[in-house]
């Protein structure tokens, strides 16, 4: 019997495997190239699972090769870029999974904003018009500071923060020389710490497994730097954010599988930034696994199934708080390498570097998170312990790169 994985986020392969096997299942992975998952697959037994290189934005080509995979039961498809290539794939094949739709109204920022405003779970309204027009709404109808995106953006990339005409004006010249996803549009910009949310939802009903903090850059980027898991909310207030997850993932139709939730806690209560279909990024998935006690990977496999996840009632036994800082270089240019990481064994939280670059790679872009090198992760007793600890070894490393050859100079 076998699970199929159409591509995956760069961490947490390992664990997927090792859950398939658990539950009795083959995991085969569809890639466009396995060596973006070099770190994980050199860490497994050559067995573990199978590899097969094919288009993955080919959706025809794809679903031969499912076609021909001997007892396919379930597809897995938990990053952003090919969540709707999944979504087609399990419709075409009979396969257990979301309502395309849902999945097509979680990739577009501005209907969720929408959707939760009619639902009286958000103070604001997404903006949507062409350049000139979008420049005459966004005072009147959103209000300043607003944001700018993408409404099919990933890694915080495409996204402005306005903070008066002048930013709006620039930020619109920007977007205007930017290759979307999707569409342009504008919603309040809501001031607060920003968390996120890491669900699990079976049948309409929501377990909130724990919330991340997310330590961000200096406005006016949104550079992702520090996460924590899990965050020590009190427990009357965990129990108000439960609720009001199951809210908000119940008025856009969201009824099944994982959810990571990103949210601002405003002085008027939580905001939803955006509502990601699977699992978090990075070394979320990671860290719930450290931190719950459990391979969390699990309940993907049986959601892919069509089974309800244990883990939906499952008491946890819990384990090691966690934390990772992301690894920026100074400048851009072509990663080099880690300088000091002998010195991580040798402190506290038992700190280790996760790489995301290979030698070569080119860095360009240092505001949003497709500038990190990699990841460096440390756990404690509490999130704060954790925080301290990831924190003290990233300080102790610095990511290098080489200035980027100068045209026309290829060497020799």
């Not at 090792?18 to 190239?33: F, P």
């Not at 699972?49 to 001997?70: H, M, N, Q, S």
């Not at 939906?312 to 240019?333: C, E, Q, R, S, T």
């Not at 010195?343 to 038992?350: E, I, T, Y």
Request: net charge negative; aromatic share 8%; charged share 25%.
């Amino acid at each position: 019997m076998t699970i199929a994985c159409l591509e995956s986020l760069t961490f947490g392969l390992g664990h997927l495997a090792r859950a398939a096997d658990a539950l009795g299942e083959r995991l085969i992975l569809l890639t466009r190239d396995r060596s973006y998952y070099t770190y994980e697959l050199e860490r497994l037994p050559p067995d573990a699972l199978d590899v097969v290189e094919t288009d993955t934005f080919d959706v025809d080509g794809v679903a031969d090769v499912l076609r021909r995979t001997p007892r396919l039961r379930g597809l897995i498809s938990s990053t952003d870029t090919w969540t709707l290539v999944g979504a087609e794939l399990s419709g075409r094949l009979g396969l257990p999974g979301l309502d395309p739709a849902v999945l097509r109204v979680t990739r577009d920022k501005a209907t969720v904003r929408n959707r939760l405003y009619d639902a009286g779970l958000t103070r604001g309204r997404a903006a949507e018009a062409p350049g000139a027009e979008l420049r005459q709404l966004v005072p009147k109808e959103v209000g300043l500071p607003a944001v700018l995106k993408d409404t099919a953006g990933t890694g915080s990339q495409n996204v402005w923060l306005v903070r008066d005409e002048a930013e709006l004006e620039k930020a619109l010249a920007e977007a205007a020389g930017r290759e979307l996803k999707g569409r342009l549009f504008a919603e309040p910009y809501f001031s607060g710490p920003v968390y996120s949310a890491e669900t699990l939802t079976w049948a309409g009903r929501t377990r909130l497994l724990g919330v991340s903090s997310r330590l961000m850059s200096p406005e006016p980027y949104f550079r992702e730097e520090i996460t924590a898991f899990p965050v020590a909310f009190p427990e009357a207030r965990r129990a108000v954010l439960e609720r009001w997850l199951d809210e908000v993932l119940a008025a856009i139709g969201y009824t099944d599988r994982f959810a990571h939730v990103e949210f601002v806690l405003t002085t008027g209560g939580p905001e939803v930034i955006e509502i990601n279909p699977r699992i978090g990024g990075a070394l979320v998935g990671e860290g719930m696994c450290r931190a719950l006690g459990v391979n969390v990977y699990e309940a993907m496999i049986e959601t892919a199934l069509g089974l309800r996840p244990r883990l939906m009632d499952a008491d946890l036994p819990g384990g090691p708080a966690v934390a990772f800082v992301l690894g920026y270089p100074a400048a851009p240019g072509m990663f080099s390498g880690v300088a000091g990481l002998e010195r991580l064994a040798d402190m506290p939280g038992a700190p280790a570097w996760y790489p995301v670059r290979s030698l070569g790679d080119p860095v360009e872009h240092l505001t949003d998170s497709r500038g990190y090198a990699g990841i460096v992760y440390a756990e404690g007793e509490t999130a704060e312990l954790a925080t301290h600890h990831a924190v003290a070894a990233a300080n102790a490393l610095t990511v290098l790169t080489e200035p980027f050859p100068e045209a026309g100079n290829t060497g020799g």
